[in-house]
T-cell receptor, first 115, second 116 residues
Framework: NAGVMQNPRHLVRRRGQEARLRCSPMKGHSHVYWYRQLPEEGLKFMVYLQKENIIDESGMPKERFSAEFPKEGPSILRIQQVVRGDSAAYFC?????????????FGSGTRLTVV | AQTVTQSQPEMSVQEAETVTLSCTYDTSESDYYLFWYKQPPSRQMILVIRQEAYKQQNATENRFSVNFQKAAKSFSLKISDSQLGDAAMYFCAYKNSGGGADGLTFGKGTHLIIQP
């Protein structure tokens, strides 16, 4: 069991470009969560998805950010027209059911640098 | 909204000694979960210990234990017999019980240094 796989591990984008971050959950997990970690900060919840559905996107910026978790394939966090303030580590976690009860498994994150 | 506060940005302890990391939280809920996560330089978030608020008994995992004080909204982590491999950032996290919104609320973390 490979755990939660995130790629790429590092991503560099110029201002105005698009960033696509991928997350493959653990086998058998149908719940995916995205978090953002700014330097010297804890992780901040962004969005919670189940297969083909967004359950809670209360932590997602209203503009430029979107997430999906299609029936087949990984979950994608997309950031359009990136700005310097988007530079951060983005973490994905997955769970079998309700995360707090069944446990969350985190990936190693994608570090996005906007130049 | 719930908040989690870790008042110690950095802690240092001698190898084999015991160290306690502090965490307080604010919530109006009565049923919730609390977690401690470890983040080594590899960035991987590793679950250290988990506590369910309705359980009065403090959770324990080998050398790691918590002191859960529900009335005081305090959830400290004690690491006994500290080892060099314990060096990492430690994050306290909170999660409401129940379905719907399912995100964890994290504190800002404590950087734990182990001195040989």
């Amino acid at each position: 069991n490979a755990g939660v796989m995130q790629n790429p591990r590092h991503l560099v984008r110029r201002r105005g470009q698009e960033a696509r971050l991928r997350c493959s959950p653990m086998k058998g997990h149908s719940h995916v969560y995205w978090y953002r970690q700014l330097p010297e900060e804890g992780l901040k919840f962004m969005v919670y998805l189940q297969k083909e559905n967004i359950i809670d996107e209360s932590g997602m910026p209203k503009e430029r950010f979107s997430a999906e978790f299609p029936k087949e394939g990984p979950s994608i966090l997309r950031i359009q027209q990136v700005v310097r303030g988007d530079s951060a580590a983005y973490f994905c976690a997955s769970s079998h059911g309700e995360g707090a009860r069944y446990g969350y498994t985190f990936g190693s994150g994608t570090r996005l640098t906007v130049v | 909204a719930q908040t989690v506060t870790q008042s110690q940005p950095e802690m240092s302890v001698q190898e084999a000694e015991t160290v306690t990391l502090s965490c307080t939280y604010d919530t109006s809920e009565s049923d919730y979960y609390l977690f401690w996560y470890k983040q080594p330089p590899s960035r991987q978030m590793i679950l250290v210990i988990r506590q369910e608020a309705y359980k009065q008994q403090n959770a324990t995992e080998n050398r790691f234990s918590v002191n859960f004080q529900k009335a005081a909204k305090s959830f400290s982590l004690k690491i006994s017999d500290s080892q060099l491999g314990d060096a990492a950032m430690y994050f306290c996290a909170y999660k409401n019980s129940g379905g719907g919104a399912d995100g964890l609320t994290f504190g800002k973390g404590t950087h734990l240094i182990i001195q040989p």
